[in-house]
């Protein structure tokens, strides 16, 4: 069974840090494309970064460059979030996704399997 869970989430004063993890089952992540997104409570889903199967390259949206870094860890089958300086308005559900493709752009539609998601809050 395709499975990916999300951990890492949590409250956090501004300029924090947290990194989130997506872990997989069912599949090797290597072999996937793999975004993550967010929702914040009225807004639309958006990709914030994401990462090829195909050469490792890397894509951050304009909001999260610089400060958000993603990354895989093939033996542990996971691929995380790292975000510094956090601000108020990183305040969403993350979620990670997969696609068998080998690019990662940011659409939602892309991606055939998703995790169940991850509060993050910034606040002081």
């Known amino acids: 069974q395709v499975q990916l869970v999300e951990s890492g989430g949590g409250l956090v004063q501004p300029g924090g840090s947290l990194r989130l993890s997506c872990a997989a089952s069912g599949f090797t992540l290597d072999d996937y494309a793999i975004g993550w997104f967010r929702q914040a409570p009225g807004k639309e889903r958006e990709g914030v970064s994401c990462?090829?199967?195909?050469?490792?390259?890397?894509y951050y949206a304009d909001s999260v460059k610089g400060r958000f870094t993603i990354s895989r860890d093939n033996a542990k089958n996971t691929v995380y979030l790292q975000m510094n300086s956090l601000k108020p308005e990183d305040t969403a559900v993350y979620y990670c996704?997969?696609?068998?493709?080998?690019?990662?752009?940011?659409?939602?539609?892309?991606?055939?399997?998703w995790g169940q998601g991850t509060q993050v809050t910034v606040s002081s």
């Open positions: 990462i090829s199967s195909s050469d490792g390259s890397t």
């Open positions: 996704a997969a696609s068998p493709r080998s690019s990662c752009p940011p659409v939602r539609g892309w991606y055939d399997y």
